[in-house]
């Protein structure tokens, strides 16, 4: 039988015949039925202790088939109950250790869908561009080209080489972020001087757009990583003032409280539509009324800063689009 494949199984019937044997020779010295019933004990012990043997045994081999079969994705973690104190505790750990391993493929499984997604767009973003760069490139070598023409081409290219610069810059704050390499360096700075910093490369396009920012901040303060939080406030005001009109409005607002530090960001664009609200802060998702430049990181780099901070960002409309952005002074 199987069992007997155990060395140590083999040794403990060994001796447990010895000395039943040699027990049973010293009864039988003494007289005949002290030796039989040293005999029978030994014997009936000997059955006892073999019956549970291979009980344990059958339920060991049960244990590993199923154990098996659910690494082999046959079947659902359900692993039988184990009536004895060893094989269940080992029964709940074995349970344990394959409901993490299916947690962890099924991560692993869904990274590798969101990286084979990610690709797919990053590659599309970028092919736009380089198609652009390609037969403005083209056309520079066409001696028909005119002079006009050709620095027309050059603002194209320039525009072209800055898309796809902002891209690749902003994935790989992505993917720091993805990473975990950033360490939030928070510091207590005034709402105002965190808005000045956020804006800091906004200032021409806001003034060329005509887009007026007001600030109702008092002397609110938050404690943040200034430049990650800067760069996040950006994304989110340039996206406001790319939904608004020329001589629209942006204003931002403040307030602090024993729990928390609230920013609420508002313009008086068209909002968003709201089938698109669920799906805002995705990575790469462009809302119907996103403009045509639109790459779809910007808001998921935000939504990634704030919350690599503990803190909240959440997007509604109230005559335009809303953003709601809250730092805690402790972790909820």
Partial sequence: MKVFANPEIRREAVISLLVIAALSVLGFVVNVYAGLLVLLCGALLLGIGWYFTVRRYRAIARLSEELDEVLHGKKEIMISDMQEGELSILQNEIAKTTMQLKNQADHLDEDRKMMSRALADISHQLRTPLTSLHLNLQLLR?????????????????????????????????????????????????????????MENLRTALDVH???????????????????????????????????????????????????????????????????????????????????????????????????????????????????????????
């Fill in 142 to 198: 066409d001696e028909q080209t005119s002079d006009k023409q050709k620095q027309i081409i050059r603002r194209q290219m320039a525009m072209s080489l800055n898309h796809m610069e902002s891209l690749v810059e902003q994935l790989l704050k992505m993917s720091r972020l993805d990473a975990g390499t950033v360490v939030m360096k928070k510091q207590k700075i005034s709402v105002s001087s965190l808005l000045d910093a956020s």
């Fill in 210 to 332: 005509g887009v007026q920012v007001l600030e109702d901040v008092g002397s609110t303060q938050v404690v943040c990583d200034v430049y990650w939080t800067g760069e996040a406030l950006g994304n989110i005001i340039k996206n406001c003032m790319e939904h608004v009109s020329e001589d629209g409005k942006i204003t931002i607002a403040a307030k602090e409280t024993p729990l928390y530090t609230e920013i609420v960001i508002h313009d008086n664009g068209c909002g968003f539509d709201e089938s698109d609200l669920p799906h805002i802060f995705e990575r790469f998702y462009k809302g119907k009324n996103a403009s045509p430049n639109a790459v779809g990181i910007g808001l998921a780099l935000a939504s990634s800063v704030i919350a690599a901070q503990d803190g909240t960002i959440k997007a509604m409309n109230d005559h335009g689009a809303c953003f709601i952005i809250r730092f805690y002074t402790q972790t909820i």
